[in-house]
């Protein structure tokens, strides 16, 4: 009875939500203020206005599309015959305000995606400032409502053909400026001397280029069948985007991050301090490539492209050994997922896991 009395009342927080949006991009006054939402109902505003601007650039995209095939074709296709089937998949989560798309027709794309970028651009300044606490909370609940999109997303591409290109909505960059509430400073990045000398590749002025995306990251979190208490360790942290979710997502897991850049390492310690993440969570600045340095035993490790060959190997035989005292998962993309794969198959492990369209790899140990 309590758990359906909970439900009941998640539920009229999200119509709430829902409707405060609808009327928000119906209303030149964008004020929003945290005393007036609480951090779930802020993350549904957030989540809600950063899909829609994803979507409108869809509709622009495959709208001129449409009308290309139709002149080809010599027919045509009104609006409402393009866009009403898109809500039994693509637009399916915004589809209570299917009539306000419909009604808003394709001369005001323009203008709805000022209006929706107008709305999260409010939402985000809210909750920058309000205390650290409903801060955690409103990222915990979006990051919750994003898993959910991107495991979608990640279904509505199975069994398409990836040389034929991505089908459907992209929401790889749709959530990046959750960052701003994280406070991660690419700036650091850009402004960064380049070092000629070292061997790690380093993504020097890369910025946001050189995180794991949120999808990566929250995709990987779901299968990779984290037991509680676990420990992870990240190679090549970047700015802690994956630490962070993890974290907040995963409180049990112990996790920490090692990365070749300080500020990087102390942009992510920062966050997770404001956060009140870092009894379990801790960002280290080292050079993966010395020898002195040992691969702490963990659970799962995650490796996401970050340096080069001759580290990479020297890393992969430190968790190869790992692997023969207990077992653990390894997550990768690119150089990284080529060379384990024939170092799993070699030692019999389980074929892996692809996921994120191909570009993430889970090896399991035998």
């Given at each position: ?35 007036e939402l609480n951090p779930s109902q802020m993350a549904h505003l957030y989540i809600n206005s950063a899909l829609l601007s994803t979507v409108m ?280 997922r080529n060379w384990l794969s024939d170092i799993s198959k070699e030692l019999s492990w389980p074929t892996p896991l692809f996921i994120d369209e ?9």
């Amino acid at each position: 009875m309590h758990s359906n009395h909970d439900h009941l009342i998640m539920e009229a927080r999200l119509q709430l939500s829902q409707q405060t949006f609808l009327n928000l991009l119906n209303s030149d006054q964008k004020n929003l203020s945290v005393e007036e939402l609480n951090p779930s109902q802020m993350a549904h505003l957030y989540i809600n206005s950063a899909l829609l601007s994803t979507v409108m650039e869809f509709l622009k995209d495959h709208l001129w599309l449409k009308k290309r095939d139709d002149k080809e074709l010599g027919i045509e296709t009104s609006y409402e015959e393009f866009i009403l089937p898109l809500f039994k998949n693509e637009l399916a989560p915004l589809a209570f305000i299917k009539d306000y798309l419909v009604e808003s027709g394709p001369t005001n794309f323009k203008k709805v995606l000022k209006e929706t970028q107008g709305i999260e651009t409010q939402v985000l300044a809210a909750v920058l400032s309000s205390p650290s606490n409903y801060q955690k909370s409103f990222i915990t609940q979006s990051l919750t409502e994003m898993s959910e999109h991107f495991k979608n997303e990640e279904n509505n591409q199975q069994g398409h053909i990836q040389s034929l290109g991505h089908q459907g909505l992209c929401l790889y960059r749709t959530f990046d400026n959750l960052d701003d509430i994280f406070d991660l400073d690419y700036q650091l990045d850009l402004d960064m001397v380049v070092d000629h000398n070292t061997k790690e590749r380093l993504y020097q002025r890369s910025g946001v280029g050189v995180q794991s995306g949120y999808s990566t990251i929250l995709l990987a979190l779901e299968n990779s069948d984290l037991l509680p208490n676990s420990s992870v360790v990240d190679l090549g942290s970047g700015y802690g985007r994956v630490g962070l979710v993890c974290s907040l997502l995963r409180p049990d897991i112990e996790f920490i991050g090692y990365e070749y850049v300080p500020h990087r390492v102390d942009i992510a310690n920062k966050a997770a301090k404001h956060l009140g993440l870092e009894d379990n969570l801790s960002f280290k600045a080292q050079d993966l490539s010395l020898e002195s340095f040992k691969i702490p035993e963990a659970d799962v490790y995650y490796l996401y492209d970050p340096f080069t060959e001759q580290t990479y190997k020297y890393v992969l035989e430190q968790i190869i050994e790992m692997s023969k005292r207990k077992k653990v998962t390894v997550v990768t993309k690119g150089n990284a997922r080529n060379w384990l794969s024939d170092i799993s198959k070699e030692l019999s492990w389980p074929t892996p896991l692809f996921i994120d369209e191909g570009n993430l790899c889970i090896f399991k140990s035998a």
